[in-house]
């Protein structure tokens, strides 16, 4: 059995410290928050800061260049450092919505076979028709058009990839969705579609770490807060309207 040591928690993070690339450099440095189910938290901050790569390492997918060098993590109760079983378990409780996920779609598959990847690469044998029925479900509630399934990336807008991106790491259902800028390429007309689906699902228990500086995203998912700069945390809260700032970044604000 895997230990944990918040096993009421979708996210932990204590202390947690990210390194980056071949030369190990520290992009996330001493991070800490708790998320428990049913709750969200927006990462905000400049180009650069870390957020990303905070992302990337709690989802633990990719990219493989990103690992944890200190602290403590847990995603949907299994740590970060676990391996073999317990970390394909924690990969299916987590859906991953990557920076730039809508350009990076498999150009030779159609929408139906990158929607359902998560479940055919985990399971043998799948009831085909209950499969279907789950990506129509999907792409309808996002607000895809009908035969958008048969169609390819290439074929698509990059709105319309992205909401393609968003039911991909929505398919398996999972406990916590990590996703990383998950309005970019959205017209405003269909962003009510995609905030319906991701409040729905976190009003029945999901957690969600978004990272983003879009002040409409934060509102719409009722999310915490948490600021970073240079790979730490400057800002806290729980809302974007009430923070706890460090004391340098405080003096500065009121400066």
């Known amino acids: 059995m895997v230990r944990t040591t918040d096993p009421e928690a979708a996210v932990l993070c204590d202390d947690l410290s990210v390194a980056r690339g071949s030369a190990g450099m520290r992009v996330v440095d001493g991070v800490s928050f708790r998320l428990a189910p049913g709750e969200a938290i927006a990462v905000m901050g400049a180009t650069g800061s870390g957020k990303s790569s905070l992302a990337a390492a709690l989802a633990g997918t990719e990219p493989r260049d990103?690992?944890?060098?200190?602290?403590?993590?847990?995603?949907?109760?299994?740590?970060?450092?676990?391996?073999?079983?317990?970390?394909?378990?924690?990969?299916?409780?987590?859906?991953?919505?990557?920076?730039?996920?809508?350009?990076?779609?498999?150009?030779?598959?159609?929408?139906?076979?990158?929607?359902?990847?998560?479940?055919?690469?985990r399971d043998r044998k799948v009831n085909q028709r209950a499969l279907d029925l789950r990506i129509a479900d999907l792409l309808d509630e996002l607000h895809l058009p009908i035969g958008a399934a048969a169609r390819y990336p290439y074929e698509l807008s990059s709105g319309m990839r992205q909401r393609v991106a968003i039911a991909r790491s929505l398919v398996?259902?999972?406990?916590?969705?990590?996703?990383?800028e998950p309005y970019a390429n959205l017209d405003v007309d269909v962003r009510p579609a995609v905030r319906d689906a991701l409040v729905r699902r976190?009003?029945?228990?999901?957690?969600?770490?978004?990272?983003?500086?879009?002040?409409?995203?934060?509102?719409?998912?009722?999310?915490?807060?948490?600021?970073l700069r240079a790979?730490?945390?400057?800002?806290?809260?729980?809302s974007i309207d009430d923070m706890q700032w460090t004391p340098d970044e405080a003096t500065s604000i009121a400066g």
């Open 66 to 121: 990103v690992r944890m060098v200190g602290g403590v993590a847990e995603v949907a109760g299994i740590p970060l450092r676990a391996r073999g079983r317990a970390r394909r378990i924690r990969t299916y409780r987590t859906g991953h919505l990557a920076q730039g996920a809508n350009s990076a779609l498999q150009s030779q598959l159609t929408v139906a076979d990158i929607v359902a990847e998560p479940i055919t690469t």
């Open 172 to 180: 398996l259902d999972p406990a916590v969705l990590i996703a990383d």
């Open 202 to 227: 976190r009003d029945d228990g999901m957690a969600i770490v978004a990272v983003t500086n879009e002040r409409e995203l934060v509102t719409d998912l009722g999310a915490a807060v948490l600021v």
């Open 231 to 238: 790979g730490h945390t400057i800002g806290i809260g729980p």
